[in-house]
């Protein structure tokens, strides 16, 4: 099981590196999203996939009796989750500004600080 999940997460990575090489803006959070999925899984991941029992300590014991699932990561992807959501939800309203503003979502289209007819700065001094 955790081998296919590996499989996955490399496959998400794979994925998400694409989509953000792209010129267009949508392409980008898409891969971005991806990105954090992908983050995501991968600590579920290395945390130990196991069914077997929730951690919880009987009272009078220090330690739990056998082998138990490990909440420190399940912790950290809900916390991940939570902040990639908001981060994503900028994002998005971010690149329809930018759109409304620009008329356009292609990266190579948006110089506003270089526009195209003008001469380019120079290089050296």
Known sequence: MENMLSILVGIFFAVS???MMSRYTIRIILGIAVLGNAVNLLIFVCGRLMREVPPII?????VPDGPTANPLPQALILTAIVISFSFLAFLLVLAYRAYQE???DDTV???V???ADEALP???Y
């Open 17 to 19: 590196v694409y989509l």
């Open 58 to 62: 009987a009272p009078g014991a220090s």
């Open 102 to 104: 620009l008329g356009t």
């Open 109 to 111: 289209q948006m110089r």
């Open 113 to 115: 600080a270089e526009p």
């Open 122 to 124: 120079p290089v050296s």
